[in-house]
Structure formats: C-alpha cells, structure tokens
C-alpha cells in the first residue's frame, strides 16, 4: 500500500512546485510537528469528523491533511480490518509522528501517504469517504483541493470535514484573513456561501453547512494573546469580527449518476 505513496522525484517535483502560501504552510507544520512552533500544536483540529461521519466497517476513508493521525488512526479502528484508511499529508515531520502513533497501535489497515490534497496520490474512484480536520482553510487552491477530493470518491461516496467558515458576507477580506489566521493559524477561510457554490460548481451534490461554533472576539483576543499575534489583532474591528467565523461541518457526496 505504501507504493501509492509519491516517488522521491515526484516528492522534489511537488516540493518545488509548491506556492509561497504552501511553502509557508508547510514550514509551520514542520516546526509544530518538531514542537517548534508552539501556536497551532499537532492535535489543532477544529472539530470532530469522525463523530459526523458514520464511518462503517469495510469502509476505505482517505483523510486530508491527517498532520499526526489522531483521525485516520480512530478511523482506522472504526472501519476495522475489512476497511482500509490512508492519511494525506505534505509535511514530512506530520507524518513522521503519525507513522509512530500508528505503529504503537499496530494498525495494519492504515497508509500515510505523502502528497498534496489538492493532487491526491490516489486512483480516481477508490475511496469511501473523505474526511479532513481544520486543513481546507489552510489551501489557498480550495476548488483544486475540493475537485481531486470528488475525483477520488466512488459514486455514492461521502464528503464529511470540519472547517472554519465566514459567516459575515461582508467582512472586509484583510479582516477575515487576519481573524482566520489568530483562530485558526489559516491563511484564509471561504464564507458560507460562497463555499456552498463551490461545492456546487465542482460537482458535490447534497452539500451543505452546518456551523457548530461561533468564535466571539473576546475568543479571538485570548488566541491572539496565545499565539502572539497581537499585531494582527490590533487591526481589527471588533465588532465586525465578532462571531463572524465558525467552525463548521461540510458535507457533500458524490452523485449516484457520476
Ligand atoms: C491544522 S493541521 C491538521 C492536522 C489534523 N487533521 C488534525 O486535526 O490534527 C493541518 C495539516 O494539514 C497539512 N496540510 C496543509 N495544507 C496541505 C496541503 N495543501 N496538502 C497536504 N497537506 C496539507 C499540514 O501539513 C498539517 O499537517
């Protein structure tokens, strides 16, 4: 299974094909993943997929941006030795600490998978279920990433990811990347609609979006704090960004005629 993985030259390809954002984004999680970089720690997820999921047993589940495993090892132990689970990730040192988790547990229906979730390494139509935890908002190519996550999905396959999503039209771009990079150390997130009409677009059906947290800026002021991003804080209008973002479930599935 490990053979699905990217070749050493496709792995220097893609590193060098990375954008500044990417790069970035890499970098952090590297540091995090080092314990580094202590503002967005390993297990910095925004929400619980599996519990929204309904994963079932023989089940294969592919898990975008899996950092360092907490989802794909739980999913692996739900969809059971009949299923199969693979964890994506493009940092090197994520995986490294997911390798090591899952061997502890001795899980053999479990791959990770080097490679970006916007080119997934993974045979068109091979996955039951996709799952993700605070990475889209990450992505600064959402539609790419949303395109290869349906292109890897049976006919009938499921879509099911926490996220963080705008839920003021309105807030002023800088304001909402600025909000979106304290909460969640992402460099932008997509407002509600927005991400609905993509979803639309790349061809998911039955999407939709639930928001199950709103953040409130006394919130956003103690991230800030945590995290030190006092500057970026000091831009904001804090009743603007008040309860202006969430996180948020998204879901959608493959249509049956695809
Ligand atoms: C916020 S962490 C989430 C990790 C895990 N899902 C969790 O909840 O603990 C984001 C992870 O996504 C990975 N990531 C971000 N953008 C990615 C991309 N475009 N392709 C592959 N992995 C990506 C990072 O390397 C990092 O490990």
Known sequence: MTGLGLT??????????????QR??????????????TGCSVERGCGLPLNVANLLEGETVLDLGCGGGTEAIQAAQYVGPSGFV????????????????????????????????????????????????????????KKAALT???????????????????LKPGLPVQMRKDAAMIIGCSNDVLELDDYLRLLDQVGFVDAHINPYRTFSFDYIQQKAAERSYTTLLAELD?????????????????????
């Open 8 to 21: 050493s030259t496709e792995r220097a390809r893609t590193t060098a094909e990375l954008s500044a954002t």
């Open 86 to 141: 693979y964890g994506l990730d493009m940092t090197d040192e994520m995986l490294a600490v997911a390798r090591k988790r899952a061997a502890q547990q001795h899980l053999d229906n479990l791959s990770f998978l080097e490679g970006m979730i916007e080119h997934i390494p993974l045979a068109s139509h091979s996955v039951d279920v996709v799952i993700s935890n605070c990475v889209l908002n990450l992505c600064d190519d």
């Open 238 to 258: 804090a009743d603007l960004v008040d309860n202006a973002l969430a996180a948020a479930y998204v879901f959608g599935n493959k249509a049956q005629t695809r």
């Open 148 to 166: 290869d996550a349906l292109r890897v999905l049976v006919v009938g396959g499921r879509f099911v990811i926490a996220d963080i999503v705008a």
């Open 24 to 37: 970035e984004v890499k970098q952090h999680y590297a540091a995090v993943a080092r314990g580094a970089q």
